[in-house]
């Protein structure tokens, strides 16, 4: 689908599952410009007006890499109270260094695909799905989109206990540069939107050895590699690492089952609700890299940039186009 200028009075539905967005061949000025061959989901949502300002194959389904972090963090703290600083640790290294081990351990104990029913339900994602039943361990593989995303960051700001808001959100304020796994994660909105921003970035098929190892240190020390997980050659995320252990269904809150998102002209409709049901691993075999978090002054603006990238496409290439998407889609609502 062409991004295109909708008068004020017109009125654009997305579909539930809209198809891979072909690359644009004129984007009118001042509009974001996704490359050739890259397909790109996002959603920029003004907290000042309460409105979608910008979007692009927001209902698309991308494979989640680390972005799911944020649910498996969710998830996790809404039914500890209280946290040891055991696993105090754990929230920390996974959301400020994207740390894979972290994320594999709580994926475990919580069950694994039961945290994405659960959030599902509770935040009233309807994009989302946990991996294929023969992949239960690869956390990777979870199915989200830009608009679910952006449903997450505004469930943590508004409704959320303010506990885990305050805990999650002060994580990726304070995100380091440098993944666990030694990979430069200030790429897309770190490197091509003015700070402060708090980021949860992620990133699947790209190795597990970086073309240039990150090495500023990062809030947790230096960068080491983590075994296994969404950011190694297996693009998974795969929780191999901890055993599981029988998790309690916890009880969900009533979804969000506002009619869609108000936007300047145009309307995001809902699509219909999943229920956290299993589906296909989107993009398989394709990189994904993805951008996501609070921008602007006072934190403005939810900016959520997915995208998912040729077959054999490097990291270094990916990043650039990423940021420089980034970018552009910050000025176009910002200036």
Known sequence: MRFLAVPAVAAL??????????????????????????AAGYVVFDRQTGKIVAHRSAHRKFRSA???????????????PTVPARDQKLLKVMLRVSDDDAASAFW??????????????RLGLTDT???????????????LSALDVVRTYRYLLDRADPRVGRLVLGHLRRAGQCGSDGFDQFFGIPRGVPGPWAVKQGWSGYGSTPPVRCTRASPTGTATTAAGGAETASAAGTARTTPAVPTVETASAPADRSPGFTTAGFTLAPSAPVAGAAAP?????????????????????????????????????STRRTTALAGELYRSVAS
């Open 13 to 38: 539905v997305l579909a539930a599952t809209p198809a891979p967005t072909p690359a644009l061949a004129a984007a009118p000025p001042g509009k974001p410009r996704v490359p050739a061959g890259t």
């Open 66 to 80: 680390s972005v799911v972090k944020l649910l498996i963090a969710i998830d996790y703290l809404e039914s500890h």
């Open 108 to 121: 475990n104990r919580g069950g694994q695909g039961k945290i994405i029913k659960r959030t599902a339900r």
């Open 129 to 143: 799905a946990p991996p294929p039943a023969d992949k239960p361990g690869f956390w990777g593989y979870t199915s």
């Open 281 to 317: 691993v989107p993009d398989l075999g394709r990189p994904v890299l993805h951008t996501t978090g609070l921008v602007g002054p006072r934190e403005r603006w939810i900016m959520v940039l997915l995208t998912a990238h040729p077959a054999g496409t490097g990291w270094q290439r």
